[in-house]
């Protein structure tokens, strides 16, 4: 939990078969961990958002995955992979935009095919579920590193929603470059929009950083052009849920308003994002899956109605950012900065 002299918080843990989970619902005044150990529960926790950021869907979901299938009391590996594909269907209905979900229940989908027992099949799956885990926190370190390399000391820069530790294994996306500037003694400032409605910037995102010592300052949404023009922020960085193959990026809502900001201001506008958030089968953003969520999010804060009963409601969870905005996507293997196209097809050719 501790590196240097701060912390970065975790938001999922195994632990003898069970998931422990940092509840993001009670963040920032009550620290509430969950003990998850059945599929439902997983189901509902990304559903609710009590896990949330892309990476963190996805570790959770594998862990979710992997703990259902210690439960089939089969020793036929035919009915124990029907089981596993309905759980792993089931799993991929908690939410439909950040394609992490899907790839790592498909990655862990993948990894028993050579099993020869169930036994087998059942630490293999275990083991793959933990292996994700491990890889998204060096991934989201490389892509830190890799970051930081586009900012000086002193640097104002903007984010919205929370791309940090608890949204990914560890050190986050957008994030990961500021805790690793802290390691370094690089000063950095961030201005962190709360980001209507679920307010992960104000909740989790100054949460994240406070502890980390990291100067950040509140602002809410509307409030960021006005931000850029007199505080002189030098670049925005927010992080992403998918990546069509052209690199035009979904992330979370009022990500797209901040991209066109910056080009006003003309100021770079960079997407951090690993490898697993691409998605290559897809040709653009169009293609992308935008969540609406309940209209209660919206005409409610706190629990408390803030609108007239009935209103119509449009309450999109993302939106998506065409790739001609975006000057940067930084991942765990170097920044892409060009012909997204081109890149992102060598960049997977690379991987396979
Ligand atoms: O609805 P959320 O809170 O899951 O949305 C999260 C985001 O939009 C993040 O920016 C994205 O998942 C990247 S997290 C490293």
Redesign the pocket.
């Known amino acids: 939990m501790t590196t240097a002299s701060f912390t970065i918080p975790r938001s999922v843990e195994w632990k003898d078969e069970k998931i422990i989970l940092l509840n993001?619902q009670k963040l920032p005044h009550v620290n509430e961990y969950l003990e998850i150990t059945t599929v439902q529960e997983v189901w509902d926790a990304i559903h609710t958002?009590k896990v949330?950021?892309?990476?963190?869907?996805g570790i959770t979901a594998a862990f979710g995955l992997a703990q259902a299938s210690l439960t089939y009391e089969t020793e036929s590996l035919e009915d124990f992979y029907a089981a596993l594909k309905k759980d792993h269907d089931y799993l991929a209905s908690s939410?439909p935009?950040?394609v992490?979900l899907f790839w790592a229940l498909n990655r862990l989908l993948t990894s028993v095919k050579t099993a020869v027992s169930v036994n087998e099949a059942k630490t293999l799956l275990t083991h793959e579920a933990i292996q994700i885990q491990i890889e998204d926190e060096e991934v989201?370190r490389r892509i830190g590193e890799n970051a930081l390399s586009l900012f000086k000391g002193g640097n104002r820069i903007m984010t919205?929603?929370?791309?940090?530790s608890i949204?990914?294994a560890k050190y986050?996306?957008?994030?990961a470059p500021f805790y690793i500037a802290k390691e370094r003694n690089i000063p950095l400032s961030v201005f962190a929009c709360e980001?209507r409605p679920?307010l992960?910037g104000a909740r989790?995102t100054t949460w994240e950083l406070m502890q980390a010592d990291v100067d950040v300052t509140l602002i809410t949404d509307n409030m960021a052009a006005h931000t850029i023009k007199t505080k002189g922020i030098s670049s925005i960085i927010?992080?992403?849920?998918r990546i069509a193959a052209n690199g035009d990026t979904?992330?979370?809502i009022g990500?797209y308003n901040l991209a066109i900001l910056a080009k006003a201001f003309e100021i770079p506008f960079y997407v951090?994002?690993p490898l697993s958030?691409f998605d290559p089968s897809i040709s653009d953003g169009s293609e992308i899956p935008i969540?609406e969520r309940d209209p209660k999010e919206v005409t409610h804060f706190n629990g408390v109605s803030i609108a007239p009963e009935g209103v119509n409601v449009f309450n999109p969870?993302?939106d998506v950012t065409p790739h001609e905005l975006v000057t940067g996507i930084i991942t765990e293997k170097g920044v892409l900065t060009g012909n997204y196209q081109q890149e992102i097809k060598e960049l997977f050719k690379e991987d396979n």
């Open positions: 993001q958002l949330r950021g892309a990476p963190a869907i939410r935009t950040a992490n989201c919205i929603c929370n791309a940090g949204a990914t986050g996306t957008a994030l980001t679920v992960q989790l927010v992080g992403a849920d979904a992330n979370k990500t951090a994002a958030t969540e969870a993302f």
